[in-house]
């Protein structure tokens, strides 16, 4: 694995010099390529399913790929753990052969990770970790949401919040002013969208400043 390839196989799946939801965006092949694999990954969920309910007998989780079933886009199966005082994400690309486990060197972390190490690589041969040197690389000319990183491309839009403190610390007001400008940009941008007649998909009950768990910790896999 080197950061030509992981670069290859991004500029696949992300259009280059667009900005994620802006004009155009939705209706180049890069991205008819992400619909496509986001369809295998919702045909292939019974594998997912089976190694979370394995992981769900021996941790709190919360399965974050249920949209895939109904029509959703995301780089991965995502799901998260809660061990006492953390959360932790973890990730299998459907871009490529690729997994992460979001560790944040944190006391109690290290076990848990090589478990699930274990239970993906047994479920998915030949899937690799993304190793931090070559995930926080900064992607060149693609324009998510955010920062585009390898790890956000191939394995989730929120890899840096998929793992930190449970339950996680309140919002500042700084990062609730920054969240509501992103809304802003992203409204503004679909209704330019419906202006020009291009289809829209716009989000059901989000909430922006709602922690990315559930407000209690899970007690299995759902």
């Known amino acids: 694995m080197t950061r030509a390839e992981l670069l290859e196989v991004v500029y696949s799946f992300y259009p280059r010099g667009l900005i994620d939801g802006g004009l155009g965006f939705e209706d180049t092949e890069e991205v008819q390529r992400q619909r496509d694999a986001a369809r295998r990954g919702g ?12 992981l769900g007998a021996r941790y709190s989780l919360w399965d974050r790929s249920l949209h895939l ?9 995502s799901a998260t753990i809660t ?20 560790r944040t060197d944190a006391a109690g ?17 030949g899937h690799q970790p993304i190793p931090p040197e070559l995930g926080d690389e900064v992607v060149p000319e693609v324009c998510p949401f955010g920062r585009a990183t390898v790890y956000r491309c191939l394995l989730s839009e929120v890899w840096e919040e998929s793992s930190g403190p449970w339950p996680p610390p309140p919002v500042s007001p700084e990062k609730r002013a920054e969240k509501q400008a992103a809304l802003e940009a992203a409204s503004a941008r679909l209704l330019e969208r419906e202006r020009r007649g291009l289809p829209v998909a716009r989000p059901v009950n989000v909430d922006a400043d709602a922690p990315r768990p559930p407000a209690k910790p899970p007690t299995g896999s759902t």
Do not use: C
């Open 69 to 77: 079933l109904a029509g959703g886009r995301d780089p991965a199966y």
């Open 43 to 54: 045909a292939e969920y019974p594998r997912w399913k089976a190694m979370i309910g394995r």
């Open 109 to 125: 972390e290290e076990a848990v990770g090589l478990d699930l190490a274990r239970e993906i690589e047994a479920t998915y041969p």
């Open 83 to 102: 061990i006492p005082g953390r959360m932790l994400g973890f990730h299998v690309s459907l871009l490529g052969p690729y997994y992460g486990i979001h």
